[in-house]
């Protein structure tokens, strides 16, 4: 049953379409009723019923109007979508007809000696497993206090006494047991349809909630799987662009089209090697990034990793670019104090700060500026800012850029080489550490970086490992 | 468009010279091509296949290219689909159709995405359709065979 939690707007112990199916299950059986009736009405007299002919071929006419009445709202009015309230009503309805046709039977085939009268009981089981019990027993109330009616207002001479079986007539002493074991029975129906069935009952909205916890982790996984073909189509896009460039380029020295050994085929070579060298860049971001997305249990999760050192050697290694950028490098971290990670992987740690730092210099202004990495440190979390004074991010660019391969069109334009995987691998470092990273820009005033990182994070892997 | 009918002039010129009214004045002519393309190693491969019969003028996004189909309406544009915008070489495409004064400017689209792009492109309501689609990497010889059907062989340098 596909979308069974979405067929049901509102949900008691059934869904609205199993009602729907039980209430025409039901219906489909109300035609024996009619025929059973014909036939009581028909050999009644032959048994001593005398009143059967014609009264109860009237109560089958009547019986079977409102059930083509029933059949066709269930098929044409009421369906399975319909609103669980709309559908309990319908059968509160169909019950209170029964109920009621059976009555009349009951009178006409000899008041409380009838033989028809524990049909009541039928509606009483089949009702309990449709509808909720304290329905049920205000309906066994109700028709309990008919049926005594019924009886009292035939031995009162209110209504007249009709013949039961073989023309008998039971006594005052006879009605009234036999009223109380319709009683008895009325209720007694109700309670045990009604233990019997909770199990199922409970089951049933368990296994709702299963289905809809089931359906909902395979709508995540499909998407799951989407991103990642999608991912994997604008990875081959990214690769594929500065080979088609290669090999045009060598297509055009091949045929003669450039002298390689012009100064215009040398400046074509050498663009062309840095197009191969830009897609090592690609091929290595993406390997950096899947390696970070395997969650390793093999990750070189090191102990006590301290966070000033990765900076301060990342600061070494990037002092020349940033000169050569005349971008200014101002270290905020020396006086603060040692922010040191649990776990770590160093590795990882140190491809993510080179990546944000080396943005901050690449992205600076032609004429340079100041780059600042400050470092904070409260009793739970790192947090690194790499602020510059650079080219900065189109608003509307401003989430995207953490997406794979997204490079805004003014970084495009300062800086050809990037592999656009940059600020996703920073992400992803951050999220392996247990941390996040945020982003603030304005175009043309700077960019802002904030890693955030928790001190005391375990990585599930090493959970895994000491619980094993 | 202070000089609307300048480059009227201009471009009926060109139509001419694309209509072949006169064989020996097409042969004789080196036709201009403009390559919009921001890739400025492919531009350089492009543009030196080209220039062996052709003028080339080379620039890197759809506004410089818009700008100088202005100045000057080239006799042929070939346009990179993804510059600055995805789909910036189909919006540049789109311009040049819509304008009285360039609408008759050959256009190829060269893209180094793939043909599944481009057919989600062309069920696009505003597409507009040029005159010859081909991907990167680019075959030399199948290049001049494209433009040499839209705008003539053109002629050797120094001719």
């Known amino acids: 049953m596909s979308g069974a939690g979405e067929r049901s707007g509102?949900?008691?112990?059934?869904?609205?379409?199993?009602?729907?199916?039980?209430?025409?299950?039901?219906?489909?059986?109300?035609w024996l009723a009619v025929a059973g009736l014909a036939v009581v009405s028909l050999l009644g007299p032959m048994v001593g019923m005398v009143a059967t002919r014609p009264s109860l071929m009237v109560v089958a006419g009547l019986v079977a109007t409102y059930n083509l009445v029933f059949v066709y709202a269930l098929r044409y009015r009421y369906g399975p979508e319909e609103d669980y309230g709309n559908l309990r009503t319908v059968a509160i309805l169909q019950m209170v007809t029964d109920l009621a046709a059976l009555l009349v039977t009951v009178h006409f085939t000899g008041g409380c000696?009838?033989?028809?009268?524990?049909?009541?009981?039928?509606?009483?089981?089949?009702?309990?497993?449709?509808?909720?019990?304290?329905?049920?027993?205000?309906?066994?109330?109700?028709?309990?206090?008919?049926?005594a009616g019924l009886f009292a207002c035939e031995h009162l001479g209110v209504l007249e006494r009709y013949?039961?079986?073989?023309?008998?007539?039971?006594?005052?002493?006879?009605?009234?047991?036999?009223?109380?074991?319709?009683?008895?029975?009325?209720?007694?129906?109700?309670?045990?349809?009604?233990?019997?069935?909770?199990?199922?009952?409970?089951?049933?909205?368990?296994?709702?909630?299963?289905?809809?916890?089931l359906r909902r982790s395979l709508d995540e996984r499909e998407e799951l799987e989407r991103r990642k073909s999608?991912?994997?189509?604008?990875?081959?896009?990214?690769?594929?662009?500065?080979?088609?460039?290669?090999?045009?380029?060598?297509?055009?020295?091949?045929?003669?089209?450039?002298?390689?050994?012009?100064?215009?085929?040398?400046?074509?070579?050498?663009?062309?090697?840095?197009?191969?060298?830009?897609?090592?860049?690609?091929?290595n971001d993406l390997l950096e990034l899947a390696k970070m997305r395997e969650g390793r249990v093999k990750a070189p999760w090191a102990r006590n990793v301290s966070i000033n050192q990765i900076l301060a050697d990342i600061f070494d290694a990037a002092d020349p670019s940033a000169r050569e950028a005349d971008v200014e490098l101002v270290p905020h971290f020396i006086h603060?104090?040692?922010?040191?990670?649990?776990?770590?992987?160093?590795?990882?740690?140190?491809?993510?700060?080179?990546?944000?730092?080396?943005?901050?210099?690449?992205?600076?202004?032609?004429?340079?500026?100041?780059?600042?990495?400050?470092?904070?440190?409260?009793?739970?979390?790192?947090?690194?800012?790499?602020?510059?004074?650079?080219?900065?991010?189109?608003?509307?660019?401003?989430?995207?850029?953490?997406?794979?391969?997204?490079?805004?069109?003014?970084?495009?334009?300062?800086?050809?080489?990037?592999?656009?995987?940059?600020?996703?691998?920073v992400r992803e470092a951050a999220q392996m550490h247990g941390g996040k990273v945020s982003l603030e820009s304005a175009e043309g005033l700077g960019t802002t970086v904030t890693v955030v990182l928790p001190l005391h994070y375990v990585p599930p892997e090493i959970i895994d490992g000491r619980s094993r | 468009m202070v000089k609307d009918d300048d480059h009227r002039e201009i471009a009926t010129g060109c139509s001419e010279v694309r209509s072949g009214s006169d064989d020996r004045k097409r042969l004789m002519k080196r036709p201009t091509i403009l390559v919009a393309d921001d890739d400025a190693v492919f531009v350089a491969s492009v543009g030196s296949i080209l220039r062996s019969r052709y003028e080339v003028r080379t620039v890197a996004s759809g506004s410089e290219a818009l700008a100088s189909?202005?100045?000057?309406?080239?006799?042929?544009?070939?346009?990179?689909?993804?510059?600055?915008?995805?789909?910036?070489?189909?919006?540049?495409?789109?311009?040049?159709?819509?304008?009285?004064?360039?609408?008759?400017?050959?256009?190829?689209?060269?893209?180094?995405?793939?043909?599944?792009?481009?057919?989600?492109?062309?069920?696009?309501?505003?597409?507009?359709?040029?005159?010859h689609y081909m991907e990167k990497p680019v075959e030399p010889a199948e290049l001049l065979r494209v433009v040499g059907g839209l705008v003539g062989p053109g002629a050797p340098e120094g001719s």
């Open chain 1, 336 to 425: 603060e104090g040692a922010a040191i990670l649990d776990w770590a992987v160093p590795p990882d740690l140190v491809y993510a700060f080179e990546n944000v730092i080396h943005n901050a210099i690449k992205y600076s202004k032609p004429e340079g500026g100041t780059v600042t990495v400050a470092l904070g440190i409260d009793r739970t979390h790192a947090m690194v800012v790499v602020a510059d004074e650079g080219i900065g991010i189109p608003a509307d660019l401003q989430d995207d850029v953490f997406l794979e391969f997204v490079r805004a069109p003014n970084a495009k334009h300062a800086e050809a080489e990037g592999t656009g995987l940059g600020l996703s691998i």
């Open chain 2, 69 to 131: 189909v202005e100045e000057d309406p080239p006799d042929l544009v070939i346009l990179d689909v993804m510059m600055d915008h995805m789909s910036e070489g189909f919006d540049v495409a789109r311009s040049l159709r819509l304008s009285d004064v360039t609408s008759l400017i050959p256009i190829i689209i060269l893209t180094g995405v793939d043909r599944v792009y481009n057919l989600r492109m062309e069920v696009d309501e505003s597409w507009v359709p040029a005159d």
């Open chain 1, 113 to 147: 000696a009838s033989p028809v009268l524990p049909f009541v009981v039928f509606h009483m089981a089949i009702g309990t497993i449709m509808i909720e019990t304290r329905i049920m027993y205000f309906l066994a109330f109700s028709t309990c206090f008919a049926a």
């Open chain 1, 230 to 283: 999608h991912y994997m189509r604008i990875s081959a896009h990214q690769l594929r662009s500065p080979l088609g460039t290669i090999k045009t380029s060598i297509q055009v020295l091949l045929d003669g089209y450039l002298d390689p050994g012009s100064d215009e085929g040398l400046r074509l070579l050498g663009g062309t090697a840095r197009r191969v060298d830009s897609l090592l860049d690609i091929v």
């Open chain 1, 163 to 213: 013949p039961s079986v073989t023309g008998a007539q039971s006594s005052l002493a006879s009605c009234g047991l036999s009223t109380a074991m319709l009683v008895g029975l009325v209720f007694g129906i109700v309670y045990l349809t009604d233990s019997v069935t909770s199990r199922f009952k409970t089951r049933n909205i368990e296994l709702h909630q299963t289905t809809t916890e």
């Open chain 1, 10 to 30: 509102s949900f008691s112990f059934i869904f609205a379409w199993e009602l729907h199916e039980r209430l025409l299950w039901f219906s489909n059986l109300r």
